[in-house]
């Protein structure tokens, strides 16, 4: 022992001196090692895969893949704008988890953000998404050269080989620097509905010279914890020209989220609608059964108060979670700031509660002020919520490609079902799928296992639809 530990002292003496000579990392040196002082702006282009982050099948598995088959982004960091363009194609078979599966030939996706605004095009139809703005601001100020230019803007810390900067209530990040003065990795933190303190990592590796800008080749992405991008550079183009013109309807709807809008669909069950997800409210003798709380904060918010609206003198004693994907729970950490009871299916019920134990620093939401710690109940199969007038069903929907636990809600007096995604009915006039949607098919067959008599399907996404119609798209006339 006494022999180890003098060895181990003489190797520590002999380190001492060459941990010395390392030197601390500057912002200046990495500047100009990535000569990002003369970059205003950038694109870059490449291949590689990327994943839907919050859609996986079940929350222990990795986001679902996607192969991109071209990638441009284009930042200009004068006016904080940034630009994806990709092509992809479908990754996973079977097309397992959300996040658009499956995806039928080449898609074009473009998201963008500038300034404080973010939005998407797909097809010529422009969607604000506030909801992507944080992580874009993120994707943008960590890129190598505005990661530079954000750590000066905002007073980072050199610590040896990292230097780190706080964006204050939009993200953290720590970047750890090579000898040759280049980035070569990010680790960031960034506010996520579902998650709170969500854990971004970023690589850039294989640098190389573009017309005396430095920019690497390979960027991989990890983000909550499972891969998100692995994306081979093939061309950059530093001062470009990039002006990213903001679409009108973009600046007339800065908070799409907090729009609701409300129809009852049979005594004392209301469709809450007006964003891109919706919610079920029920009324039972006593208390109130909420199906669904999406998206974030203020949606919750939003939604809890037109609950309210609707009926006063009752608490919200249940909140029926369909799934875990993170577009439909983005709501639950504000409904157990409530103190409110959530029934999720077993397979999101572990991550479910480590979600809403979860710190969220970074940018506080409710539930972190709130102090609280959330509560989940686990459902299997089947579960029944009553109060001797009114019953509430709560089914497994088994089967399907979307998600491997995820519950739909069936009013049986009523002859009502809830579902989220496994049925997102086309827009009126849209023509028919080109392929049977199997998961369309799956819904039914869950109807009929279940002998259940349905008159009326309610939609998480889209518009309320006769079960008819369900069958008539997927060629069965019942
Ligand atoms: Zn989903």
């Known amino acids: ?168 209530g939009r993200f953290k990040a720590l970047a750890t620097v090579d000898t040759q003065n280049l980035v070569e990795k990010i680790d960031a933190v960034a506010p996520n509905a579902v998650l709170g303190d969500m854990p971004v990592e970023i690589r850039y590796s294989e640098y190389k010279d573009f017309g005396g800008v430095k920019f690497p080749t390979r960027i991989r992405q990890t983000i909550g914890g499972y891969p998100a991008l692995d994306l081979t550079v093939t061309d950059v183009q530093p001062n470009i020209a990039v002006e990213l013109a903001m679409p009108d309807p973009i600046k007339q709807t800065p908070a799409p989220y907090g729009k609701v809008a409300t129809q009852m669909v049979a005594d004392g069950v209301w469709y809450v609608t007006g964003s891109s997800h919706h919610s079920v409210l029920i009324e039972m003798k006593d208390h109130l059964i909420l199906v669904e709380s999406p998206l974030n904060d203020e949606r919750a918010v ?79 199969d089947k579960r029944v919520l009553t109060d001797g007038t009114r019953t509430v069903e709560i089914h497994n929907v088994a089967g399907n490609n979307h998600h491997g636990g995820i519950v739909m809600v069936y009013l049986p007096k009523e002859k009502l079902l809830v579902e989220a995604d496994v049925y997102n009915p086309p827009a009126p006039n849209a023509p028919p799928p080109a392929s049977v949607n199997t998961n369309w098919v799956n819904l039914s067959d869950n109807i009929k296992r279940l002998s259940m008599n349905v008159d009326q399907i309610l939609p998480l996404h889209g518009r309320i639809m006769p079960l008819a119609e369900l069958h008539k798209s997927i060629g069965h006339n019942h």
Do not use: C
């Open 302 to 380: 939003a939604v809890l108060a037109e609950v309210k609206n609707l009926v006063a003198n009752k608490p919200i004693k249940y909140v029926i979670a369909t799934h875990h994907h993170f577009d439909h729970a983005g709501g639950l950490r504000a409904i157990a700031a409530e103190g409110i009871t959530i029934i999720a299916h077993d397979v999101n019920k572990a991550f479910l509660e480590k979600a809403l134990a979860a710190p969220a620093t970074v940018r506080p939401d409710r539930l972190a002020k709130s102090g609280k710690k959330g509560t989940v109940e686990g459902t299997r």
């Open 1 to 168: 022992m006494r022999t180890f530990l003098s060895r181990l002292a003489v190797v520590v003496v002999m380190l001492s001196p060459l941990t010395a000579i390392a030197q601390d990392a500057s912002l200046d040196q990495v500047a100009k090692a990535l000569g990002a002082d003369g970059v205003k702006s950038i694109q870059y282009s490449g291949a590689g895969t990327n994943f839907q982050v919050g859609q996986n099948f079940s929350p222990d598995v990795p986001w679902p893949r996607f192969v991109v088959k071209s990638y441009t982004r284009a930042v200009n960091y004068e006016n904080a704008s940034i630009r994806d363009e990709l092509v992809r194609t479908q990754g996973e078979n079977p097309p397992r988890g959300g996040g658009g599966q499956p995806v039928a030939g080449e898609q074009r996706q473009i998201f963008v953000a500038s300034g404080d605004f973010a939005w998407n095009v797909a097809a010529d139809v422009v969607t604000p998404t506030p909801i992507a703005l944080v992580d874009r601001q993120l994707q943008l100020w960590t890129t190598p050269h505005g990661f530079v230019k954000a750590a000066k803007a905002n007073n980072a810390t050199v610590q040896r080989r990292t230097i780190a900067f706080t964006s204050p």
